[in-house]
C-alpha cells in the first residue's frame, strides 16, 4: 500500500540552525501539507500546496518557514533560523483531492537545543 | 474561527467492550470530518470519515455519528481490543477545503 515517507526521523538542531524536513508523498497525490503536533497537544496546520504554489497557511508559518518541491517527488520544509519553541513533531500529509481523506507520514521530530 | 474539541482526554474500557468517543466542532461550515488514531511514536492513520449530507457511517468495526443540529459527531468502536488503544482525534474540513481542524485527542485505554 502507498504511504507517506518522512526523513529523518528525529532531527536535532541548535536555536538560529537551518532545517528542512523532507517528505515523499503518495505519488498520484496533487495536495500537500505540512502539520506540527507539539509534545502532548492536538495537530496544527501549518501549510497547504498545490500546483508549485502555497494555497494556505496559518499563523503559524511565518517568514522563517518556506516549503519546496523540488522535484517530482520530494516535498520539503525548510524552517530558517530555528527557535525553541519549533520543537515539535512535523507531519507531512498528501491528498489526491481537495476535499476528503489526508494521509499522514510517520513524521520528523525536532528538537532545538 | 474553528473549534474541534473532545469531550474526554482519557477513555478507559474493558476489552470486548464498546467505546464512544465524542467530539463537537463549532463552525457550521465544516463539512468533511474524519477520525485518525495515532500510536505513540506515529503520524495519525484515518479510521473513517464522513460528510455532512450524512448522519452514519459504518466501517469495520466502527461506526461514526454525526449530529449537524448540535454539531456533534462521535466514534463508536465495537468489542474493542488491545490494538486499539491509542489517540484518537476528530478533524474537520471547512467548504471542503484543504486544511484540517485538528481536535485535543481523546487517550484510549484498553484494559484486560
Known amino acids: 500500500e502507498p504511504e507517506v515517507t518522512q526523513t529523518p526521523s528525529h532531527q536535532v538542531t541548535q536555536m538560529g540552525q537551518e532545517v528542512i524536513l523532507r517528505c515523499v508523498p503518495i505519488?498520484?497525490?496533487?495536495?500537500f501539507y505540512w502539520y506540527r503536533q507539539i509534545l502532548g497537544q492536538k495537530v496544527e496546520f501549518l501549510v497547504s500546496f498545490y500546483n508549485n504554489e502555497i494555497s494556505e497557511k496559518s499563523e503559524i508559518f511565518d517568514d522563517q518557514f518556506s516549503v519546496e518541491r523540488p522535484d517530482g517527488s520530494n516535498f520539503t520544509l525548510k524552517i530558517r533560523s530555528t527557535k525553541l519553541e519549533d520543537s515539535a513533531m512535523y507531519f507531512c500529509a498528501s491528498s489526491i483531492r481537495q476535499a476528503g481523506e489526508q494521509y499522514f507520514g510517520p513524521g520528523t521530530r525536532l528538537t532545538v537545543t | 474561527g474553528e473549534s474541534v474539541g473532545l469531550h474526554l482526554p482519557t477513555l478507559s474500557v474493558q476489552e470486548g467492550d464498546n467505546s464512544i468517543i465524542n467530539c463537537a466542532y463549532s463552525?457550521?461550515?465544516?463539512?468533511?470530518f474524519i477520525w485518525y488514531k495515532q500510536e505513540s511514536g506515529k503520524g495519525p492513520q484515518f479510521i473513517i470519515d464522513i460528510r455532512s449530507n450524512m448522519d452514519k457511517r459504518q466501517g469495520q468495526r466502527v461506526t461514526v455519528l454525526l449530529n449537524k443540529t448540535v454539531k456533534h459527531l462521535s466514534l463508536q468502536i465495537a468489542a474493542t481490543q488491545p490494538g486499539d488503544s491509542a489517540v484518537y482525534f476528530c478533524a474537520a474540513q471547512r467548504n471542503s477545503w484543504g486544511k484540517l481542524q485538528f481536535g485535543a485527542g481523546t487517550q484510549v485505554v484498553v484494559t484486560p
Open positions: 463552525n457550521s461550515a465544516s463539512d468533511y
Open positions: 505519488s498520484n497525490h496533487l495536495y
